[in-house]
């Protein structure tokens, strides 16, 4: 079984001067403005860091809910935070680092089987694997 879901961008003009938007399948984000300056320069509107940030975050706490749940407990709350590292390297930039931030109610869990089972959950999110390296494949099309 594929699930699959799509994102996509429009772009427009230079690199620094351009402006693009950004929107999903479901509509969450329709014409979401991002840019250089959203990226950069701290300027309101999105990024693609913040983007898979958020997908990150919400993947693992998913996963975390799951593997709890197979363990016979249930969260009351599960609050994930992802912080994306987009740093300069080798010319150009890379995403090095993804720095997941837990915090969680979990009657009747220990701290270590809490432990345990966050890291179960950091290992078998989909989004962590993908962070791990995945096969990515390109389809272009060059427009009149």
Known sequence: MSIIKYGSAH?????????GT???ESGALK???YGFN???EGKP???????LGAAHAACFSMAFSLILGEAGLTA???DTRADVSLNKKDGGFEIDKVNLTLKARIPGTTADQFEKLATKAKE???????FKGASITLEATLLD
Do not use: H, M, Y
């Open 45 to 51: 509107g999105s990024n693609p860091e913040e983007l």
């Open 124 to 130: 078998g999110c989909p989004v962590s694997k993908l």
């Open 76 to 78: 009351s709350a599960i």
């Open 11 to 19: 772009w427009e003009g230079s690199i620094k001067e351009g402006k």
């Open 22 to 24: 950004i929107s999903t």
């Open 38 to 40: 959203t990226r950069f």
């Open 31 to 33: 014409d979401q403005p």
